[in-house]
Structure formats: C-alpha cells, structure tokens
C-alpha cells in the first residue's frame, strides 16, 4: 500500500498547550480523506505541519517519504487550498491562472479554464466580486491546475450555502476521478462526507480518536438497543464507545470484533455521522459500571 501523507506521534505546541498530539495516521494513495472534528481540534495544526508553514515540536510529518518543512521541494507535489480560500480578490481568474503558471512548472492552465467553463464562472471579474461559492471554486481549479499529488483543503466549504457545497463537493469529486488525486480535506460539516470520503481521521481536543477505511469502520461498528438491565454485552464487542441510557433503555455504540448474535441486544448498522459523533462523544460515553467487554 503506497502512502502519501504518514505521521508518527506528530506534535505541535503553543506555550504549554499542545494543538495536535501523539497524532499518527497513515493515509493511503488515492483516497478522499474526511479530517473531522469541532473547532480548534488541530484539523488546521495538522494540514499546515503537512504543507511546511509549521515546524513539528514533536514526532514526524513524511509526504511521499518526505519532510515538508526541511524539503520544500516536495511541495510541488502538494496543492493546499487555506481556510476561507484567501486570493487576491482585486485580481481575476484569469489573473490568478496566469501566476499560477509562473510560479509552477506543470500548471494545467487549460484544466483550470475547462473547470470554470463548466461550472459557468467567468473568468474575466476580480474573485472579490464572485460569490462564496464561486470564490472556493476557483480556488480549486487553480490547485487542481498545480496537478498534485496530494490535496490538501482546509474547510473548504464551511462559509459556503448547501447548494453551492453540494456543487463544490461534486466538483471535487469529478477533478478526483480525473486525475487520481489524494485529497485530505478538513471539514466540521458531516452531512456532506458520506457521499464524498472513503477514509476518516476523527479528531478531538488535539488527539486521533478514529483512523481509517469509511466502509471498514461501518462495517465494525453497530448500535445496540437493550433493557436498562440487559445483563451482559454481547461477545464479540471489543469497545463500547459510546453509552446513553433512559430509565429503561441503554443505546451503545461498540466496536465489533465478530458478528453479535444475543437476542438480549437488538443491533442496527451506523451511519458515519453516528461513528463520528459517538467518537466526538460529548455526553454520557461512559459505559454503564459493571460492563466488562467481553475478552
Ligand atoms: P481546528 O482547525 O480544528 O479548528 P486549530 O488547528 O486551528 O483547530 O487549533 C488547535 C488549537 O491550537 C486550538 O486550541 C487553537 O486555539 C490553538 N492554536 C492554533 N493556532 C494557534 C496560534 N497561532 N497560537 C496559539 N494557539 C493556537
């Protein structure tokens, strides 16, 4: 399995307060990556170790087996799209293509044009003029026309309606299967990840809680309704990850290891949003006392 993008207990401090720790992940060439989690989780922290613009005060950051901050010429394989899309709003897109190709070598300026034509913006008006979504659009024509390797988007929709999220996200998608493209984007909005990611990185107060392939994960994860005093898990549970009881119900989230089959338990698949939230897990997430996991 090729990686594009791997860090090994990665750690960023400011003063005594760590944005990202102990964070190791490894992601796969070729998937869309959902980097999740509420605001000031590290998701930012994160992407800029990734792209050089910080130093690690701990462990490693690899792109392509590289070291971003020391190896700057790796960048050219890495297109970063920065939170609220910053580009020179008195400038065109036309404009912004046309520095694009000066400062990079493969820069797809006819990619960059298809891109806007199809989606109709033109390309002749200053970006500060266009709307929210039109604005992240050509965002990303212009780090899609880089041709990286690695895409790196941070929340890139989070100021943008529904709509215009939905059309970005599709849009993503196409110039994905297009040019094969890893993407890792950052996003607190999980209504849209299902349709767009097939690999998750949940984090939470600094920290990874959950790595990995979206079907995979869904697949180990169920939901389990029992009475209050269901008496013991099912086997096969190896986490209980997330635990909310009514007076005569108890709803858990648990990790699997084997099928569940206990007629005591009723289990329903997760959604993803269900998997990140129990993982996000504000509330009561303490298994009730005298739950042991199975071994
Ligand atoms: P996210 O992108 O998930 O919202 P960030 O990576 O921006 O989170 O921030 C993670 C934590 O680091 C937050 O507690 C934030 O306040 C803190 N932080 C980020 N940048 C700085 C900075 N330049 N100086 C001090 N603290 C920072």
């Known amino acids: 399995m090729d990686i594009v993008l791997e860090t090994d207990q990665l750690g960023k401090r400011y003063g005594r307060a760590w944005a990202l720790r102990d964070c190791s992940l490894r992601l796969p060439v070729g998937r869309v990556a959902a980097l999740v989690g509420p605001n000031g989780a590290g998701k930012s922290t994160l992407l800029h170790l990734a792209v050089g613009l910080l130093r690690p005060d701990a462990g490693a950051v690899r792109v392509f087996g590289r070291t971003p901050y020391n190896d700057i010429a790796v960048l050219s394989e890495v297109g970063f799209v920065a939170q609220d899309t910053?580009?020179?709003?008195?400038?065109?897109?036309?404009?912004?293509?046309?520095?694009?190709?000066?400062?990079?070598?493969?820069?797809?300026?006819?990619l960059a044009h298809r891109r806007l034509a199809q989606i109709g913006i033109p390309r002749d008006k200053p970006v500060g003029k266009l709307s929210g979504g039109q604005r992240a659009q050509v965002a990303l024509a212009l780090a899609m026309a880089k041709r990286p390797q690695l895409l790196l988007l941070d929340e890139p929709v989070a100021s943008i309606d529904p709509l215009a999220r939905r059309e970005f996200l599709q849009a993503l998608m196409g110039v994905v299967a297009e040019t094969g493209t890893t993407v890792l984007l950052s996003s607190h909005i999980l209504a849209d990840l299902e349709r767009t990611c097939d690999y998750l990185v949940v984090l939470h107060a600094s920290q990874v809680k959950l790595v990995g392939d979206v079907s995979a994960l869904l697949a180990e994860h169920r939901q389990l309704v029992g009475s209050r005093d269901g008496g013991p898990l099912p086997a096969g549970v190896a986490q209980v990850v997330r635990a909310e009881h009514t007076d005569r119900q108890s709803t858990l989230l648990v990790r699997t290891n084997a099928p569940l089959r206990d007629p005591a338990w009723k289990a329903y698949d997760v959604t993803l949003e269900d998997l990140i939230l129990a993982y996000l897990g504000d509330g009561d997430s303490r298994p009730r006392a005298g739950w042991e996991v199975p071994a």
């Open 86 to 110: 910053p580009l020179y709003r008195d400038f065109t897109a036309d404009e912004m293509f046309t520095m694009g190709a000066k400062l990079n070598r493969r820069f797809d300026t006819a």
